[in-house]
């Protein structure tokens, strides 16, 4: 598929013929959802934890007598029954991932890159270099292209003063190839990929 070439200020820069394998694809909400599942759970912290009966602070002396109170028998105040006692069965540290194959995730991340070609929200820029770090420059760039929720996807480096600038705008990121990444690419509305990004996206999914 062909694809037109912009430059930052909104000028033509030519076409570019896109692999069909990576952006012709009929998107699959299966696979997008699997491998989306995937990078939540593994991101997930899992540090949650509650004080168990063996770690709360209490005396361990028999509350009270066995017999002649009228009551339930309890030898522990740290028993799950009381108040501020140890907690049952409660959540403890653990991670939340699971495994997915390296092939499936590739598969996942071609469908992301079709899923924004077919709805018209991928857009090939040149480059994403600017001569110094301004935020204005780029802001206005931005609000030109008329971009709201972006993600630019730039080759195997990312120019250090398009970071710069793009780290002052809201809804404006940047990530190298090695981090595109399924989630990324569905939050955002719009996708914008440098050539340079496209052809190591390519070597990548190969």
Request: proline letters at 2%.
């Amino acid at each position: 598929m062909k694809l037109d070439v912009i430059k930052l200020d909104g000028g033509k820069a030519g076409t570019l013929d896109l692999d069909e394998a990576l952006f012709g694809l009929e998107p699959r909400t299966d696979i997008l959802h699997r491998v989306v599942r995937w990078q939540r759970n593994n991101a997930q912290a899992g540090t949650h934890k509650v004080k168990t009966r063996s770690e709360v602070s209490y005396s361990t002396k028999k509350i009270y007598r066995q017999k002649g109170t009228g009551g339930a028998r309890h030898g522990s105040r740290k028993a799950p029954i009381f108040r501020k006692g140890g907690i049952y069965k409660g959540p403890t540290p653990r991670s939340h991932g699971h495994e997915l194959t390296k092939k499936f995730r590739k598969l996942g991340l071609k469908h992301a890159l079709s899923a924004k070609a077919a709805t018209g929200n991928l857009v090939v820029l040149e480059d994403a270099k600017l001569a110094e770090a301004k935020t204005a420059l780029l802001a206005r760039a931005v609000k030109e292209q008329g971009w709201k929720r972006v993600l630019v996807i730039d080759g195997t480096d990312v120019d250090a003063n398009f970071k710069a600038a793009a780290a002052n705008i809201a809804g404006v990121d940047i990530l190298p190839t090695m981090g595109a990444n399924v989630y990324d690419i569905l939050k955002r509305d719009t996708l914008v990929i440098t050539k340079a990004g496209i052809e190591a996206l390519e070597a990548r999914l190969k």
